[in-house]
C-alpha cells in the first residue's frame, strides 16, 4: 500500500487542493492512499492511516517545539514558520488531517468514519463531475 501527506504551512496557490475554501491552508492533508487488491482488508489501509497521524503529530510537536524555543530566545529553523497574509507571526502546522474521497468509495468512507475522520462538506469534482467528501480529525496531543 501507500499513501501521501503534505504538510506545508502554504498550499493556497491557484488550483490548489488545499485553496483556504476548500480546507484552510494549515491543514495538512492525506492523499492517494491505495492498497493492491490481492491485500485489501487485511488492516493495511488503517496501519497506513495511522502512520499518516503520527507523522502529523510529530511535525506538530516539533513545530510547536521550535515555537516554544523561538518564544525563549533561540531561533527556530525557518522551515517551520510561515506567516498569514498581512501578518508577521508564526504558523504552528496543525494537529489534524484532512482528506478527500470519493462519495462512491463507500467502503473508504466508512473506513475513515470509523477511525474518527468527520465529514466537512460534499464538493463536486470540477474535471469528473463526481461527488467527493472532504473530510477531518483532529489529532490528540499524547505523546508531546
Known amino acids: 500500500g501507500m499513501v501521501e501527506v ?3 504551512l502554504d498550499k493556497t496557490g491557484p488550483g490548489s487542493i488545499m485553496d483556504t475554501r476548500n480546507i484552510g491552508k494549515d491543514g495538512p492533508y492525506m492523499c ?5 487488491d490481492k491485500c485489501q482488508r487485511q488492516g493495511i489501509a488503517t496501519a497506513l492511516v495511522k502512520e499518516c497521524e503520527r507523522q502529523v503529530q ?3 510537536n516539533q513545530d510547536r517545539q521550535s515555537m516554544e524555543q523561538r518564544l525563549g530566545g533561540a531561533q527556530p529553523p525557518d522551515a517551520f514558520f510561515s ?3 498581512g501578518t508577521s507571526h508564526p ?5 489534524s488531517l484532512c482528506l478527500k474521497v470519493r462519495e462512491s468509495n463507500q467502503a473508504a468512507v466508512q473506513l475513515y468514519t470509523k477511525l474518527g475522520y468527520r465529514s466537512l ?4 469534482e470540477e474535471k469528473s ?8 480529525k483532529e489529532l490528540s496531543s499524547v505523546g508531546r
Open 32 to 36: 492517494n492512499l491505495a492498497v493492491d
Open 83 to 85: 506567516s498569514s497574509p
Open 121 to 124: 462538506r460534499k464538493e463536486t
Open 58 to 60: 510529530e511535525w506538530h
Open 91 to 95: 504558523l504552528i502546522i496543525s494537529n
Open 6 to 8: 503534505d504538510a506545508r
Open 129 to 136: 463531475g463526481e461527488t467527493v467528501v472532504l473530510m477531518r
